[in-house]
């Protein structure tokens, strides 16, 4: 009997120990509470299974599941649901208006009709417990993309036409335009909008226009590409060479009608916004491009990039921050031929010479980077001057001295019927030499040896020109004491007598912002 009593004495002291270890909690779901004892320790996790409560993968509990709750906790569960759907969304046309000077100022035509764009979006609601907490957009789907109003507005100016040789291609609000037989005859051949004005050339017969567009991918991306347009308009439409990222060098080969040399940068999104590949390519139209130049690290800030350029005969140049030379276009390599000294511009961009082959391809004109006197380092020196350099005897000799970095030599065409060396050289003089990177310039010329200089453009009491490579006219007009030189100054073009120094206002738009000229 006392045995018994004893065991029973054990299993009451049991029992009160397991209440005593219990607690108490209230737990509110679905709009509905209830208060179930879990042991003391528990998470809130515990305690829904206990109250035999189901939670889905997107439900959430307050306090979070994982947190140990303590008597007479009230725990909360959030019914969390999430809904989509899909709407078509418009997308408004741009409108662009174009300033056309061959239209009376004020006439108005449209060009383009605008259309609108569509994409469809879809969204992800969030309801928690019945109630709409968030509303977003989760992924967008272009299906077709809205197309520009394009708008004429003449702006006729009372500039009186001139008679111009070849054909005169200029880029205008991101348009290129064409001149020929006088300056009154005009006529828009590209009405993209978008030219970029990285790439502005015409094919030796001037019969086609090459240049790059403004990429629509991120810019970190794709840059631009690459597109070549008839200048007659019964010869077709521009058609894309399916390049991209050109920014330092594109160019009509010489001897050739169709084929087309170029170089590419890798996207970036940090400044300058590319990576060069100092590459080279040759693409004939409608065919597949081939490779001259591999990828390579193109030297000391090779990261801005290799410029090239191509002699009357067809035989290449490079240029770069710290030389030039010339290109083997059937070995694949460079050939160093001047050393300069790397500018430090101390920014993100990186200064590379200006070069230009003499009419003869046997000469080559460049910008030197001189050393300044102590204690200024050699790639600190603000000093430049304009040389020229022989490719038959090696011997290199200064032409112009403290022209400033953005001199930017140009050669003029040869004269019909003249010698292999009668030929000019223009280039831009820097206002204030020692700092060329900030300084307006003036146009002078010079015979190719150095001699006969004349500043031509603009006169000293006027501002001085944006940093530019001149443009030759490609021959000669009747009654003009030397071969124009075609330049922008305050958005327009100006036609310059190489040999007066006369010079003539050619449109009013003020929008101009390259030229080419054959």
């Known amino acids: 009997m006392v045995v018994v009593l004893l065991a029973l004495a054990a299993t009451g002291c049991q029992l009160s120990a397991t209440e005593r270890n219990l607690i108490t909690v209230r737990i509110d779901t679905d709009g509905h509470e209830q208060t179930v004892s879990v042991p003391a320790g528990s998470t809130v996790a515990e305690a829904l299974q206990v109250a035999g409560v189901n939670a889905g993968s997107l439900d959430r509990s307050e306090p979070p599941a994982y947190v140990v709750v303590e008597d007479g906790d009230l725990i909360r569960l959030v019914r969390v649901e999430e809904r989509f759907r899909t709407e078509i969304r418009t997308i408004p046309f741009d409108r662009q208006v174009l300033r056309n ?8 035509r449209l060009v383009q009709a605008g259309v609108n764009g569509q994409e469809e979006l879809t969204y992800r609601a969030i309801l928690e417990n019945g109630v709409k907490t968030s509303d977003s957009v989760i992924k967008t789907v272009l299906i077709s993309d809205p197309l520009a109003e394009i708008v004429m507005i003449g702006s006729r100016s009372s500039l009186s036409p001139l008679g111009i040789p070849g054909r005169l291609v200029y880029l205008s609000g991101g348009n290129a335009w064409i001149m020929e037989t006088t300056t009154a005859n005009r006529r828009l051949i590209v009405n ?5 004005g990285r790439i502005l050339t015409l094919s030796p017969d001037a019969r086609y226009l090459l240049f790059t567009r403004r990429s629509n991918k991120p810019v970190d991306k794709e840059i631009n590409t690459l597109w070549v347009a008839p200048t007659d308009p019964d010869d077709g439409s521009a058609s894309s060479l ?9 160019d009509w080969y010489p001897n050739s009608l169709t084929s087309v040399a170029y170089s590419t940068v890798e996207p970036r999104a940090n400044a300058p916004g590319w990576q060069a590949n100092n590459d080279l390519y040759k693409v004939t139209v409608g065919a597949k491009p081939a490779r001259i130049l591999d990828a390579q690290s193109g030297g000391i800030y090779g990261w801005w990039g290799t410029s090239f350029a191509f002699s009357p005969s ?5 240029s770069r921050p710290d030389g030039i030379g010339l290109v083997s276009q059937d070995g694949g390599y460079l050939a160093p031929i001047i050393d300069i000294t790397p500018m ?27 050393a300044a006197q102590p204690p200024l380092a050699p790639e600190d020196s603000p000093l430049f001057d304009l040389r020229v350099v022989s490719l038959t005897s090696d011997a290199s000799v200064a032409l112009a001295q403290n022209v400033g970095m953005f001199a930017l030599p140009s050669v003029s065409p040869r004269v019909p019927g003249g010698a292999a060396s009668a030929y000019q ?17 003036r146009l002078v010329v010079i015979d190719r040896d150095g001699s006969n200089r004349r500043e031509v453009f603009p006169s000293a009491d006027l501002p001085g020109l944006e940093p530019q490579r001149p443009v030759w006219a490609p021959g000669d007009i009747v009654g003009q004491t030397g071969p124009f030189l075609c330049v922008v100054y305050k958005g327009n073009l100006w036609l310059v007598d190489s040999g007066s120094g006369q010079a003539r206002q050619i449109t009013g738009d003020g929008l101009i912002s390259g030229v080419d000229w054959k």
């Open 101 to 108: 000077e061959s239209l009376p100022e004020g006439e108005e």
């Open 192 to 196: 993209t909008a978008d030219l970029d």
């Open 242 to 250: 399916n390049v991209s990222n050109v920014v330092h060098f594109a």
């Open 314 to 318: 067809g035989r290449l140049a490079y």
């Open 344 to 370: 430090q511009t101390h920014g993100d961009w990186a200064w590379v010479p200006g070069i230009a082959w003499g009419a003869d391809s046997e000469t080559l004109f460049f910008v030197d980077h001189v």
């Open 425 to 441: 050289v223009a280039f831009l003089q820097a206002i204030f030499p020692e700092q060329s990177d900030v300084s307006r310039y």
